[in-house]
């Protein structure tokens, strides 16, 4: 995908929406579901930087935007409380180059700023999409030992995000 997005672009995000679709809707089995993306995310970021960067053309947007559009009207795939672990570019691409992972060997500072500015627009500034739930926004520039406290900090908030709405 990250070799030639324009090919690989609208068959990535079309299994990532049916993955996401599963995820959202299989059975809960524990009070909490907690998910690292979301169909949302999906859509909003990743199908909409292909887009916007001229990577997939307007057709194969369309018919991923008209699915999303089914899905949304057809299907509870609501969420209770978004937790945006906000990053720098800078360090999202500091800790993509020390997990040395083969396939994002490639992934260029730009494309990581580009998903930043998409996530800020939409979960900062609202100026994206609409967010129909709470969104808790914890600055993530730190190593993992203060992000574990920052996780112990808001541990209710996310467990419990009911409660969240009430302090909003």
């Known amino acids: 995908m990250y070799q030639d997005a324009s090919r690989w672009g609208i068959t990535l995000q079309t299994y990532i929406q049916l993955t996401m679709l599963e995820q959202h809707t299989r059975p809960m089995i524990s009070p909490v579901r907690m998910m690292e ?87 900062i500034k609202h100026t994206l999409y609409k967010v129909s739930c709470p969104v808790l926004v914890i600055g993530a520039d730190h190593d993992m030992q203060k992000m574990i406290e920052k996780y112990e900090e808001n541990r209710d908030q996310i467990l419990n995000p009911y409660n969240m709405q009430h302090h909003l």
Not at 45 to 59: A, C, D
Request: proline share 3%; net charge negative; aromatic share 14%.
């Open 37 to 123: 993306r979301s169909i949302h995310s999906a859509k909003y970021i990743f199908v909409e930087n292909l887009y916007r960067s001229g990577k997939m053309p307007e057709v194969d947007y369309v018919v991923l935007s008209e699915w999303f559009d089914w899905i949304q009207n057809n299907t509870d795939v609501s969420v209770d409380l978004i937790v945006y672990l906000q990053t720098s570019p800078e360090v999202c691409y500091e800790r993509l180059k020390r997990r040395c992972r083969e396939e994002e060997k490639i992934i260029p500072l730009e494309y990581l700023e580009s998903i930043h500015q998409l996530y800020e627009e939409w979960l």
